[in-house]
């Protein structure tokens, strides 16, 4: 049974360009949540994802926007990046008919902004 | 809204003595409560939690939280350390009134000595 997958590992980037993040939930699961995690942070919410809608955001920017398939993935965009955004890229898959309150997370895609 | 207070940034033990993380919880909904686990360069493993009914749980790795509603807690503790219990962990609150969205506190990193 394939956890909860995250694509690419690591990635660097440069002040002002574009990323896309990748995510698969777990299997049976049918909603993603997505979660920035600073160094010596804990996660912070960014927002979820649910019969292919955003059903709830945190605070975070316009330039973060996300996306999900009808296979329930899931990708998270980052736009015109700033130095700040450099962190650990948390993806967590649940099941709404299931036990939707516990989320389970894959091992994470880390961002440096240069 | 709610918020996690874990007190301790970091904490020492030693190989066989017991393991106490705290942490105390804000919520305006009824809570539910989780503690992870992070591995150096890894994503967050789920512990253990509570939801509702019994309020000592018991997690993976020999764990146990328990669910103090008259004190807002959820106190972690092990009786014996390993040395593989070297890691941080996050305790985090959601609930089905908050859309069961996480969130963490700041974390605690615990080190063995051997």
């Known amino acids: 049974d394939a956890g909860v997958t995250q694509s690419p590992t690591h990635l660097i980037k440069t002040r002002g360009q574009q990323v896309t993040l990748r995510c698969s939930p777990k299997?049976?699961?049918?909603?993603v949540s997505w979660y920035q995690q600073a160094l010596g942070q804990g996660p912070q919410f960014i927002f979820q994802?649910?019969?292919?809608?955003?059903?709830q955001r945190g605070n975070f920017p316009d330039r973060f926007s996300g996306h999900q398939f009808p296979n329930y993935s899931s990708e998270l965009n980052v736009n015109a990046l700033l130095l700040g955004d450099s962190a650990l890229y948390l993806c967590?898959?649940?099941?709404?008919?299931?036990?939707?309150?516990?989320?389970?997370f894959g091992p994470g895609t880390r961002l440096l902004v240069l | 809204a709610q918020s996690v207070t874990q007190l301790g940034s970091h904490v020492s033990v030693s190989e066989g003595a017991l393991v106490l993380l705290r942490c105390n919880y804000s919520?305006?909904?009824?809570?539910?409560l989780f503690w992870y686990v992070q591995y150096p360069n890894q994503g967050l493993q789920l512990l253990l939690k509570?939801?509702?009914?019994?309020?000592l749980v018991k997690g993976i790795n020999g764990f146990e939280a328990e669910f103090k509603k008259s004190e807002t807690s959820f106190h972690l503790t092990k009786p014996s350390a390993h040395m593989s219990d070297a890691a941080e962990y996050f305790c985090?609150?959601?609930?089905?009134?908050?859309?069961?969205?996480?969130?963490f506190g700041g974390g605690t990193r615990v080190l063995v000595k051997p």
């Open positions: 919520s305006s909904v009824p809570p539910y």
């Open positions: 299997s049976g699961h049918d909603t």
């Open positions: 994802y649910y019969e292919e809608e955003e059903r």
């Open positions: 967590a898959s649940s099941w709404e008919r299931g036990s939707g309150e516990t989320q389970y």
């Open positions: 985090a609150v959601s609930g089905k009134a908050a859309g069961n969205k996480l969130t």
């Open positions: 509570y939801t509702t009914g019994a309020t």
